[in-house]
């Protein structure tokens, strides 16, 4: 509990840090690629906890997002520690509710995750496994998220809206595993979908 109390207060502390920097972005800049929030997030297969930073181009329509996830030691050798990167496009599709909230139904992207550590090379113990037996490094992973997200207007100095958001991806092991398997009818496909939620601030 005490690593976790250190990693929320440094998150928040950068936050601040992060959203006085932000205030100084020109308009011009902005309408191009520039930084559009900060986030913190529960599962979705990039750790644990996760923080991350999103930019955004075209006038919000795409974003890039940025996420470095923490795992717990628990059954594992270690504490895991993941990058992830994710591309999502955004329809105009939101409606507002009344005159702060505002809903997003859909945002669709690519992501694609690597987890630092030696033990997350590639398989190759051929005195137990034909060679090729075990073709991906489990390290990189690659796959695709949804996100559906409502948000709330706070007028605040810093920050315009705060936004919770729900997200689901399947990634490739996931497909490989439920398309390329024989005996997938004991495999139901929402078994492989990976679900998420998180907390966005926009500057």
Not at 86 to 107: R, W
Not at 119 to 148: A, C, E, H, I, M
Not at 170 to 192: A, K, M, P, Q
Request: with cysteine; proline share 2%; glycine share 8%.
């Amino acid at each position: 509990m005490h690593r976790w109390y250190k990693i929320i207060v440094v998150f928040f502390s950068l936050l601040f840090t992060v959203a006085l920097e932000a205030q100084e972005v020109s308009a011009k800049t902005a309408s191009r690629f520039a930084l559009n929030s900060v986030r913190l997030q529960y599962a979705g297969y990039i750790g644990m906890l996760s923080l991350g930073s999103t930019w955004t181009f075209k006038e919000d329509k795409i974003s890039l997002e940025y996420s470095f996830g923490y795992s717990p030691k628990q059954d594992a050798e270690k504490a895991i520690y993941t990058n992830a990167i994710k591309l999502l496009i955004t329809p105009n599709l939101d409606f507002n509710i009344g005159n702060k909230v505002n809903i997003k139904p859909l945002s669709l992207g690519l992501a694609s995750s690597y987890t630092f550590g030696n033990r997350f090379g590639k398989y190759r113990d051929n005195s137990k496994y034909p060679n090729g037996y075990y073709w991906w490094s489990t390290s990189v992973r690659v796959g695709l998220v949804y996100q559906l997200e409502a948000s709330v207007a706070l007028n605040n100095k810093y920050f315009k809206r705060i936004g919770f958001y729900l997200e689901s991806s399947i990634w490739d092991l996931g497909l490989f595993s439920y398309y390329g398997n024989s005996n997938r009818s004991h495999l139901h496909f929402f078994d492989i979908v990976v679900l998420g939620s998180g907390c966005r601030l926009y500057f």
